[in-house]
């Protein structure tokens, strides 16, 4: 061959020929690495406005090759995603890679050993403009776990043409109530009274809001004075009060919603995702939509409503733990966190984006989610934490019946039982 060359006198003929098997050989490398890259496995609640898919994507192509993301969908309810995500990090399943992590289980997953701490610049990076109440969601003894991904609030919710001026104080509005009912008019207050989280979160946001807590700040031992009293006291009054909508002890979110949306309420204690909604459901009604901040307990003390959200975490069996870090910060970046909240209707994580235009335009109730989540509560952080929701939610249901002292006792003794436990509930 090498005579044959030669021979010929070919050395362009000889160079086009190398040229072209390089280009070959390139194009199959490539191939080659296209196909090896790792596949990060993302796990989170599922998303039917195709942000958290369209965040995937761009990471994965922004990434510059090192890896793609796979957007894999939990099941809809946070007690089957919980359930899945458990049982496959108790096997210590090494397919799952960046976990989205309900607000309430990151001090469950950090205990257990399931997820990775974040140290060093994958920590900066996290915390840096991040809301501080989110982050604390993400923290378990004073180590970050995760990354705050999304949050959300409850705001009030109010028909303007019933109420001029909307109540500040939980009293204020059962007064306004009261007043409506006498006229006729609708006068519901609209709230999550059924017996799950929901109940929980509004115990919890009234307990903060009377200047306590359910758990000292140590989180080792319950919490539950006058505050707690208090709190349980305005629930039952709620309940047996003309406010209360007959349905009550069986209304979550969405039955809020409805009933908000069907005209037979004038206040509703609920989520941004309610505001499109009423625009889409009912156009006249939505003329006298409007909103305000969480109602007080006290005029000269701020409410503390319980903020929820996501949080992303990086699974401790993950075979590729420093992408899977790099990867969970490119899901919540700016840009991606802005899609969510315009697209999906979550509320971001990042202070800065609620003085982005587009953002503010799309919610024009930013500046009072922001406030509220400058002065919010969050959920008791605990290992513990699905045992105190369920002695709460259990104790004070239905609403209706709630005898204050001897409800709060219980509640105090069944959680004292649940931090004293050891493990994780199956």
């Not at 500040?168 to 989280?197: C, F, N």
């Not at 000269?300 to 790099?326: C, K, M, N, Q």
């Not at 989610?369 to 934490?385: C, E, H, I, K």
Request: hydrophobic share 40%.
């Amino acid at each position: 061959m090498h005579a044959r060359r030669g021979r010929t006198g070919g050395p362009r003929r000889a160079l086009v020929a190398l040229t072209l098997l390089a280009s070959a050989l390139a194009a199959c490398g490539g191939d080659e690495d296209a196909s090896s890259r790792p596949t990060l496995n993302w796990y989170n609640f599922p998303d039917d406005s195709g942000a958290l898919q369209q965040a995937a994507d761009r990471c994965g192509r922004d990434s510059g090759g090192r890896y793609r993301i796979s957007y894999n969908k939990l099941p809809r309810a946070a007690d089957g995603q919980r359930q899945q995500l458990v049982r496959r990090l108790a096997a210590e399943d090494d397919s799952l890679d960046i976990l989205g992590l309900d607000v309430t289980w990151t001090a469950e997953f950090a205990e257990a050993r399931w997820i990775r701490e974040w140290t060093g610049e994958a920590e900066r990076r996290a915390t840096e403009g991040t809301l501080p109440v989110p982050l604390r969601t993400a923290t378990w003894k004073d180590r970050l776990y995760a990354v705050p991904y999304n949050t959300n609030i409850q705001l009030l919710w109010y028909r303007k043409d019933l109420v001029p001026t909307p109540p500040k104080t939980w009293s204020e509005m059962l007064d306004m109530s009261r007043d409506l009912a006498r006229q006729g008019k609708p006068h519901y207050v609209e709230i999550q009274g059924a017996q799950y989280e929901g109940l929980t979160v509004w115990f919890n946001s009234l307990v903060n809001s009377a200047g306590g807590g359910i758990l000292d700040p140590s989180a080792t031992e319950p919490s539950l004075g006058p505050p707690a009293v208090r709190a349980a006291s305005i629930m039952r009054d709620l309940a047996n009060s003309p406010a209360a909508d007959p349905s009550l002890p069986n209304q979550m979110e969405d039955q809020n919603r409805l009933a908000m949306e069907s005209g037979v309420a004038a206040f509703e204690i609920n989520y941004p995702f309610v505001y499109p909604s009423m625009r889409a459901n009912n156009p006249r009604l939505f003329e006298d939509f409007r909103w305000a901040p969480y109602p007080r307990i006290d005029a000269d003390r701020p409410a503390r409503p319980t903020i929820g959200g996501i949080d992303l975490a990086v699974s401790a069996y993950s075979r590729h733990p420093d992408l899977a870090f790099e990867a969970a910060l490119c899901l919540r970046d700016r840009e991606n966190q802005l899609t969510a909240a315009l697209e999906g209707g979550l509320p971001p994580t990042l202070r800065a984006l609620y003085d982005e235009p587009d953002f503010m335009k799309a919610y024009p109730f930013s500046k009072e989610v922001l406030a509220s989540l400058q002065s919010a509560s969050v959920r008791p952080v605990t290992p513990a934490y699905q045992n105190v929701s369920i002695a709460v939610s259990h104790t004070l249901s239905p609403p209706s019946a709630i005898r204050p002292e001897s409800a709060v006792d219980t509640i105090r003794e069944q959680i004292d039982q649940a931090l004293r436990s050891e493990g994780v509930i199956p």
